[in-house]
């Protein structure tokens, strides 16, 4: 699904989070998505999932069709967000329930689903019983049982410990390249950032724009080594000073 | 719990016990400022023709009471949850009548009622109604947001967020306050009893105090503190079973 | 204050109106004209009843605080102790203590001091058991960290474990603070010729619709200055806490 971000912006009251974003990501791409806490990444995201609506002039088109958004993307906020009364096939199982879908095809799905998720053996576990990067995976199930092209992901890693979170972000490509689904990828990190993406975003300090859009052009499959391969370092200093900057800025404002 | 401190509380228990028996004894009390525990018991047990009829009456009210209250306090917080501003408006105006002290409308309801079984029933099902419904709103309306936008953006209407997110997050509140419950049942009911009745063990007891038939007094006090923690008991059972994830 | 006052006054305009348009039974719902003006004809009946249980209520309640507080703090000293009453004390939440009433009337006979001993161990319990529930609750890493700068039992309990434990001890007397005043007042049914209670009592018997209503606003205001005063203090101790 093709994704056209065209003029967006944002108010809130007399605080202007947002300033015409413009942004278009193709079919099937991976973008990743960084700024300074507070940039307007999350009101973007919030827009997008149709939960907040754009200020006049700005428009979001999925495949070139303007519209109600609500439902159209699947959206993964930062925290899990995993329901205790659940276990782990329901809590995956709960968007098809509210699109009102067969239960047993879905069950059957996920289920399969379930198996790619490294979660085979634990359907039947509660999310209290799970260990954090479980308990994300379970979340991004969820994500992927609500089949929607695009994908947005708000810094689905940040509460992770550094090892757990470099094996989520393998298995994250591993299961892309799978299932193939276009993903817009919110990030505090620039290893991860780059590590993941086809195009690497950086956004500006309040009020947040597209201060640079970097195509990442590192051959698939990734592994751990390329975080020390020269050709990512080189891509990484780029960015950093990007994001420095903008980080100076906020920290001086 | 380790099993040190259950045996520490149950050496407690025997303590208070024992050492209440043998202060009677010891300093010969009076039995109108201290009967002995072996004495309430065996008063309890002659007096058993007349406390069972007593006893089933109070708890047939108090039980009554409670689930008519429960059943409202729940619907008219799943009213209230959805309806946000008349939310805004009632909230209020419904603490305002809870403050006042239970004891205070007890006269009231009897003057309506009668000295049945009817008011009491009334008494218990508004205390309890409370107590559940500003638990249950508490429970519905302080949802996770983050949670409620995760829902909307899989398509899912207020009714839905309602049934899915809300009323199971409220669970472990509702069942809080349907535990308090039971102990506030069984005091409304005695205390509404002892304003006037025919039967109950809030009547006994007021009639023993009249007469200064103080181990009657105690007996009737010891059924109904059974009776409270049997209710007690079994409510938190089931709220243990049903609210597993806590 | 204002925010306290808006909802009664809505009340009361919602009880006339009730009254005018639904045309109710004066026997069910006298309007609160009539209510009103009984009770200003007869204000230092009212105001003497308003007293009396105040004060009852309040002695037990302030006392039931402040030795609920200090077992509590005792209790922490003596862990094997607490170990053996605390069952006890949990226990005696699940059964309607409030019948001993009858008995420390017996005991104590019509006086202030039966009132007052009601009310006072109503208070008591839920607020030693909520005081050790909030003492137990500090992060034993905190502890650690006050240790380590050498600070002495004395010093840890004043200076972290009861400031953590107020939000809990609040709550607990939020609570108590109705049970006590229903304490003093089914106090007053047995026996007393002063107070809300007795007034409550008098009313029903003799069918007096009007002073009975008038009776449980006296009571609303003893729940309200008690309500109050427990809020004044939370708001000055308490006030690092957010909108409780």
């Given at each position: 699904?093709?994704?056209?971000?065209?003029?967006?912006?944002?108010?809130?009251?007399?605080?202007?989070?947002?300033?015409?974003?413009?942004?278009?990501?193709?079919?099937?791409?991976?973008?990743?998505?960084?700024?300074?806490?507070?940039?307007?990444?999350?009101?973007?995201?919030?827009?997008?999932?149709?939960?907040?609506?754009?200020?006049?002039?700005?428009?979001?088109?999925?495949?070139?069709?303007?519209?109600?958004?609500?439902?159209?993307?699947?959206?993964?906020?930062?925290?899990?967000?995993?329901?205790?009364?659940?276990?782990?096939?329901?809590?995956?199982?709960?968007?098809?329930?509210?699109?009102?879908?067969?239960?047993?095809?879905?069950?059957?799905?996920?289920?399969?689903?379930?198996?790619?998720?490294?979660?085979?053996?634990?359907?039947?576990?509660?999310?209290?019983?799970?260990?954090?990067?479980?308990?994300?995976?379970?979340?991004?199930?969820?994500?992927?049982?609500?089949?929607?092209?695009?994908?947005?992901?708000?810094?689905?890693?940040?509460?992770?410990?550094?090892?757990?979170?470099?094996?989520?972000?393998?298995?994250?490509?591993?299961?892309?390249?799978?299932?193939?689904?276009?993903?817009?990828?919110?990030?505090?990190?620039?290893?991860?950032?780059?590590?993941?993406?086809?195009?690497?975003?950086?956004?500006?300090?309040?009020?947040?724009?597209?201060?640079?859009?970097?195509?990442?052009?590192?051959?698939?499959?990734?592994?751990?080594?390329?975080?020390?391969?020269?050709?990512?370092?080189?891509?990484?200093?780029?960015?950093?000073?990007?994001?420095?900057?903008?980080?100076?800025?906020?920290?001086?404002? | 719990?380790?099993?040190?401190?259950?045996?520490?509380?149950?050496?407690?228990?025997?303590?208070?016990?024992?050492?209440?028996?043998?202060?009677?004894?010891?300093?010969?009390?009076?039995?109108?400022?201290?009967?002995?525990?072996?004495?309430?018991?065996?008063?309890?047990?002659?007096?058993?023709?007349a406390?069972?009829p007593a006893?089933?009456m109070t708890?047939?009210e108090?039980?009554?009471?409670?689930?008519?209250?429960?059943?409202?306090?729940?619907?008219?917080?799943?009213?209230?949850?959805?309806?946000?501003?008349?939310?805004?408006?009632?909230?209020?105006?419904?603490?305002?009548?809870?403050?006042?002290?239970?004891?205070?409308?007890?006269?009231?309801?009897?003057?309506?009622?009668?000295t049945?079984?009817?008011?009491k029933?009334?008494?218990?099902?508004?205390?309890?109604?409370?107590?559940?419904?500003?638990?249950?709103?508490?429970?519905?309306?302080?949802?996770?947001?983050?949670?409620?936008?995760?829902?909307?953006?899989?398509?899912?209407?207020?009714?839905?967020?309602?049934?899915?997110?809300?009323?199971?997050?409220?669970?472990?509140?509702?069942?809080?306050?349907?535990?308090?419950?039971?102990?506030?049942?069984?005091?409304?009911t005695l205390v509404t009893e002892m304003l006037g009745s025919q039967l109950g063990l809030g009547w006994t007891i007021f009639q023993a105090v009249l007469?200064?038939?103080?181990?009657?007094?105690?007996?009737a006090?010891?059924?109904?503190?059974?009776?409270?923690?049997?209710?007690?008991?079994?409510?938190?059972?089931?709220?243990?079973?049903?609210?597993?994830?806590? | 204050?204002?925010?306290?006052?808006?909802?009664?006054?809505?009340?009361?305009?919602?009880?006339?109106?009730?009254?005018?348009?639904?045309?109710?039974?004066?026997?069910?719902?006298?309007?609160?004209?009539?209510?009103?003006?009984?009770?200003?004809?007869?204000?230092?009946?009212?105001?003497?009843?308003?007293?009396?249980?105040?004060?009852?209520?309040?002695?037990?309640?302030?006392?039931?605080?402040?030795?609920?507080?200090?077992?509590?703090?005792?209790?922490?000293?003596?862990?094997?102790?607490?170990?053996?009453?605390?069952?006890?004390?949990?226990?005696?939440?699940?059964?309607?203590?409030?019948?001993?009433?009858?008995?420390?009337?017996?005991?104590?006979?019509?006086?202030?001091?039966?009132?007052?001993?009601?009310?006072?161990?109503?208070?008591?319990?839920?607020?030693?058991?909520?005081?050790?529930?909030?003492?137990?609750?500090?992060?034993?890493?905190?502890?650690?960290?006050?240790?380590?700068?050498?600070?002495?039992?004395?010093?840890?309990?004043?200076?972290?474990?009861?400031?953590?434990?107020?939000?809990?001890?609040?709550?607990?007397?939020?609570?108590?603070?109705?049970?006590?005043?229903?304490?003093?007042?089914?106090?007053?049914?047995?026996?007393?010729?002063?107070?809300?209670?007795?007034?409550?009592?008098?009313?029903?018997?003799?069918?007096?619709?009007?002073?009975?209503?008038?009776?449980?606003?006296?009571?609303?205001?003893?729940?309200?200055?008690?309500?109050?005063?427990?809020?004044?203090?939370?708001?000055?101790?308490?006030?690092?806490?957010?909108?409780?």
């Amino acid at each position: 699904m093709k994704l056209s971000i065209s003029g967006v912006g944002k108010n809130f009251g007399a605080v202007r989070a947002l300033d015409r974003v413009d942004l278009d990501i193709a079919p099937g791409e991976f973008v990743t998505l960084i700024g300074p806490s507070g940039c307007g990444k999350s009101t973007l995201f919030n827009m997008l999932a149709g939960l907040l609506e754009p200020d006049a002039g700005g428009s979001i088109l999925l495949d070139g069709k303007a519209g109600a958004l609500l439902g159209r993307t699947a959206f993964m906020p930062q925290r899990d967000l995993l329901l205790p009364w659940r276990n782990v096939l329901d809590n995956a199982l709960l968007p098809c329930e509210i699109e009102g879908l067969p239960r047993a095809s879905s069950r059957a799905r996920a289920e399969k689903m379930a198996v790619d998720f490294g979660l085979r053996g634990f359907e039947k576990h509660y999310p209290q019983q799970l260990s954090g990067g479980m308990r994300q995976r379970v979340a991004l199930m969820r994500t992927f049982m609500f089949e929607r092209d695009l994908m947005l992901l708000d810094e689905p890693f940040g509460a992770l410990d550094a090892l757990t979170r470099s094996m989520m972000q393998r298995w994250l490509l591993d299961i892309w390249e799978r299932y193939r689904r276009t993903i817009l990828f919110i990030t505090h990190d620039i290893d991860e950032a780059i590590f993941l993406a086809d195009r690497v975003v950086v956004m500006s300090t309040r009020p947040g724009r597209i201060k640079l859009d970097r195509p990442i052009e590192l051959p698939r499959p990734r592994d751990a080594h390329l975080l020390t391969a020269p050709e990512f370092t080189a891509i990484k200093r780029e960015l950093l000073d990007a994001v420095e900057e903008e980080s100076l800025k906020s920290f001086s404002a | 719990m380790s099993r040190g401190v259950v045996l520490r509380g149950l050496l407690g228990a025997a303590l208070l016990i024992g050492g209440w028996e043998l202060c009677v004894w010891a300093f010969s009390l009076p039995q109108w400022i201290l009967p002995p525990p072996s004495g309430i018991l065996a008063t309890t047990w002659s007096a058993r023709a007349a406390l069972l009829p007593a006893a089933a009456m109070t708890a047939y009210e108090a039980l009554s009471g409670y689930a008519i209250g429960a059943a409202l306090g729940i619907a008219l917080a799943m009213i209230l949850a959805l309806a946000t501003p008349l939310r805004a408006l009632l909230l209020p105006m419904v603490v305002a009548v809870n403050s006042v002290p239970v004891a205070a409308y007890a006269p009231l309801a009897l003057l309506w009622f009668g000295t049945g079984a009817l008011s009491k029933i009334i008494m218990v099902a508004f205390i309890v109604g409370f107590t559940v419904f500003l638990n249950a709103l508490d429970g519905l309306t302080r949802v996770d947001p983050a949670a409620v936008s995760l829902l909307r953006s899989f398509g899912a209407g207020r009714l839905r967020v309602l049934w899915v997110l809300r009323l199971p997050s409220a669970l472990p509140a509702i069942a809080t306050g349907l535990r308090i419950s039971t102990v506030r049942a069984m005091i409304v009911t005695l205390v509404t009893e002892m304003l006037g009745s025919q039967l109950g063990l809030g009547w006994t007891i007021f009639q023993a105090v009249l007469l200064i038939d103080f181990l009657q007094v105690w007996a009737a006090i010891l059924v109904a503190s059974i009776i409270s923690l049997v209710f007690f008991g079994v409510v938190s059972a089931i709220e243990r079973r049903v609210v597993f994830w806590r | 204050m204002l925010r306290a006052a808006l909802p009664i006054l809505l009340l009361f305009a919602l009880w006339e109106a009730a009254v005018i348009g639904l045309a109710i039974d004066p026997f069910y719902l006298p309007s609160i004209r009539v209510v009103a003006a009984a009770m200003q004809a007869q204000a230092p009946f009212y105001l003497d009843a308003y007293l009396v249980t105040l004060s009852e209520a309040a002695l037990g309640f302030a006392m039931g605080g402040l030795v609920g507080v200090g077992s509590a703090l005792l209790f922490t000293r003596l862990p094997v102790v607490k170990d053996m009453v605390l069952p006890i004390f949990i226990v005696s939440q699940t059964v309607p203590v409030i019948a001993f009433g009858a008995i420390v009337v017996l005991w104590f006979g019509n006086t202030l001091m039966a009132k007052a001993a009601i009310a006072f161990y109503l208070t008591f319990f839920p607020v030693t058991i909520n005081t050790l529930a909030g003492i137990a609750a500090v992060d034993p890493r905190q502890v650690a960290l006050l240790r380590s700068f050498g600070a002495r039992q004395g010093a840890i309990m004043r200076k972290l474990l009861l400031p953590s434990a107020l939000p809990r001890i609040f709550t607990a007397l939020r609570l108590s603070a109705s049970l006590a005043l229903a304490g003093a007042i089914v106090g007053e049914w047995f026996g007393a010729t002063r107070g809300v209670g007795a007034m409550l009592l008098a009313a029903m018997f003799n069918e007096q619709i009007v002073s009975l209503w008038a009776s449980i606003l006296v009571a609303a205001a003893v729940g309200g200055t008690l309500f109050a005063a427990v809020a004044l203090a939370e708001r000055a101790m308490v006030f690092w806490r957010e909108e409780l």
